[in-house]
């Protein structure tokens, strides 16, 4: 899929950085399937445009998303009850939770043996409490180096990978992955985004929205 197939199920993923941007964002326009926003991070942080973008995604007509940019060195039960404390209660036409852990969430002078332990009972909570199982987002190198745990496999990735041929972390070869952020530099009216997109035509693209 390329950025200049009309076919593909596309979006973009947003935070405070591209400010006011879901204001001027028109689906009949700009193609975009979905709209992921950055909703919180660690146990205080809530992204200052997230009470914007989540309703404004919605009334837009667009497949919504919120992500929590994951912490190692903070505890994940307090990561999670923070995280669905600002988003509120998922409908089922968003997509189900969604956990980013790269290379900035592997905080300085933690115990690495507790990294995968804490983040899967954070994937955990968060299933428990929304009854849907977290999509994980990363890229190659952190998922190689910390993700090894095979209870991983479990969740849909959305990988991080911005080369032309992708590459797949071990844990997914099989599975395979379900979205692909492929390029940080993709435009609309001026405001550079995330480029995002999914793995499937639009009818796959439904099926997986009703079962996550």
């Given at each position: 899929m390329d950025q200049n197939n009309t076919q593909s199920v596309?979006?973009?993923d947003i935070s405070k950085y591209q400010g006011n941007e879901i204001a001027s964002l028109d689906k009949a326009t700009d193609g975009l399937t979905f709209v992921i926003c950055k909703a919180t991070e660690g146990i205080t942080y809530t992204d200052p445009d997230f009470t914007t973008n989540w309703p404004l995604?919605?009334?837009k007509g667009y497949v919504r998303g919120a992500y929590h940019f994951y912490h190692c060195d903070d505890d994940p039960t307090?990561?999670?009850t923070h995280y669905l404390a600002?988003?509120?209660t998922l409908e089922q036409t968003d997509f189900p939770p969604i956990v980013d852990f790269e290379e900035g969430s592997i905080d300085a002078g933690i115990n690495k043996t507790e990294i995968q332990p804490n983040l899967l009972q954070f994937l955990t909570l968060l299933e428990?409490?929304?009854g849907r199982k977290p999509l994980l987002y990363t890229d190659n190198?952190?998922?190689n180096t910390y993700l090894t745990d095979t209870a991983f496999a479990n969740y849909d990735l959305w990988i991080a990978d911005y080369n032309t041929t992708l590459a797949v972390p071990s844990l997914w070869k099989t599975k395979g992955w379900t979205l692909w952020q492929k390029s940080e530099s993709y435009a609309l009216d001026g405001t550079t985004n995330d480029y995002d997109v999914f793995n499937g035509d639009s009818d796959t693209f439904a099926?997986?929205?009703q079962s996550s």
């Open positions: 596309f979006g973009i995604i919605k009334s307090q990561q999670a600002v988003i509120g428990q409490k929304t190198n952190t998922a099926t997986f929205m």
